[in-house]
């Protein structure tokens, strides 16, 4: 009976394992598992997708195409995708960057004027480029609308002398057909960026230029103003192109100005650049540093271009406490760059002083807004922040008459056209356009609240200037 019962439970699993059996979903993928064909939806939205989100929306390099970590990612995602190489999104990167190319010069083709801005700098390699940037309004339907679009970033090889960049930057206004369509050109004033706008745009007599003005890039001597003289001269050959001084680098140049001639602030902020570049060079200090102040704690170094990396770097000091930090340093044998009394009060002093550069420094450095009707306002509040100064300073009185007299030269244009608001067109003084009062009191934000007696010092001048502003279409 034991072996007839056996037979038949044998039987009963045979029939059960000859059965066919329904497979299971892993078994049913792996059967259907293929590869895209190349030109299915799916294989061309996906190196799409990677190259305007993760190469160009998440700044990653084109090589991540070929990185094999990254390619099993994408097979784990997407099993039946066949990940592309190099050569493909680059392929795409250029047919995506014509068709870009190809809208802007159809939007550019429907405007009469545009603005455009140019300057050059180099990378962490010291490789030079030259960038465009132009602005124009847009009329949609029943609004207007800024638009902002990046028009050339090219390779600049060799010398910055004005002729080359002359050259480069006639070649891409015609290539897009704007040259004729120009209101305004903002640049720095490097010396080579006004003589290359003098050379675009001669004056009816011609001028010479120089073969040697081969600047380099983060020279420091590129951060010099022209004369007076010369400024005149370029000023008069840009008159019908308006060239545009850049705000933000004429104000560099005032805080430069300023603290060149502050020797009593040297000792204190050659300390601090010392004190920066020994967190930046030595574990042993560093580790000392963080044990006292927290692993968040930072002194930036600060950027010769930059005045306002030395505003971060004296804020970032003072946030730690005077006592504290010279103990930290008595420790670490570093007795040299212990702060005095004085010289803390002084830094706090500057800080004071500096704080409302920095914040017209980032007030007009907007990418989607409009900036140029806060440059009178800031100008005359800055002046009007350095008169109330003058007779509550305690050490730095020197650095407040500096920046006071830069300010007024640099902008001695803006100085005159509000105090003198009859004075005619011709001046050819910093900021002398009237674009820049007619933009601020166009501005709601603005409107004429700058030219308020506390600020211009005259109860007139409100009058006067309303009166030239409406005076001129």
Not at 70 to 77: A, I, M
Not at 290 to 303: L, M, N, R, T
Request: proline content about 3%.
């Amino acid at each position: 009976m034991l072996t007839s019962i056996r037979f038949e439970e044998y039987q009963m699993k045979k029939r059960i394992t000859n059965e066919p059996q329904q497979p299971s979903i892993s078994q049913f993928m792996d059967t259907c598992a293929g590869q895209y064909s190349m030109t299915h939806p799916q294989q061309k939205a996906i190196p799409n997708a990677l190259l305007s989100d993760l190469i160009i929306g998440c700044n990653l390099p084109l090589s991540i195409v070929e990185n094999k970590n990254f390619r099993h990612f994408l097979t784990v995602v997407d099993r039946k995708y066949s990940p592309v190489c190099r050569r493909t999104i680059i392929s795409k990167t250029e047919n995506l960057a014509a068709e870009k190319r190809s809208m802007l010069k159809t939007q550019l083709s429907e405007t009469d004027h545009v603005s455009v801005t140019v300057d050059i700098w180099s990378d962490r390699r010291m490789r030079g480029f030259l960038g465009i940037t132009v602005h124009w309004i847009q009329r949609e339907t029943e609004r207007m609308q800024l638009k902002s679009k990046l028009l050339a970033f090219d390779r600049f090889k060799g010398l910055h002398t004005s002729e080359r960049i002359c050259e480069k930057f006639e070649a891409i206004c015609d290539e897009y057909n704007i040259k004729d369509k120009l209101d305004y050109i903002i640049s720095d004033n490097a010396a080579n960026m006004r003589k290359a706008f003098t050379v675009c745009f001669p004056t009816e007599q011609g001028e010479e230029h120089d073969d040697d003005d081969g600047d380099h890039l983060d020279d420091p001597e590129l951060w010099h103003d022209l004369t007076l003289e010369d400024q005149e001269t370029v000023g008069a050959a840009m008159a019908k192109t308006q060239r545009l001084q850049c705000f933000a680098h004429t104000l560099q140049l005032v805080v430069k100005d300023g603290l060149s001639e502050t020797k009593v602030a040297s000792p204190s902020l050659s300390k601090l650049s010392k004190l920066s570049s020994l967190l930046h060079t030595s574990t042993t200090f560093k580790d000392v540093f963080e044990a006292e102040f927290g692993e968040q704690k930072a002194i930036p170094a600060a950027v010769i271009t930059r005045w306002n990396s030395t505003l971060r770097q004296v804020k970032a000091v003072l946030q730690c406490e005077h006592l504290k930090l010279c103990a930290v340093l008595e420790m670490a044998g570093h007795k040299e760059l212990l702060f005095t009394t004085r010289e803390w009060n002084l830094l706090k002093e500057m800080v004071d002083i500096l704080k409302p550069f920095g914040e017209a420094t980032d007030l007009t450095q907007g990418e989607k807004i409009v900036t140029i009707s806060a440059v009178v306002p800031s100008v005359l509040s800055l002046n009007h922040h350095l008169e109330k100064l003058k007779p509550q300073v305690c050490f730095l009185n020197g650095l407040v008459r500096s920046l006071q007299a830069s300010l007024n030269k640099r902008f001695l244009g803006i100085f005159i056209s509000v105090r003198m608001a009859r004075a005619e067109d011709g001046i050819t003084a910093p900021f002398s356009d009237p674009v820049y009062l007619k933009a601020a009191a166009l501005d709601p934000a603005f409107s004429l609240l700058w030219v308020e007696h506390h600020v211009l010092g005259s109860c007139d001048i409100k009058a006067e200037v309303t009166q030239k502003v409406k005076g001129k279409d």
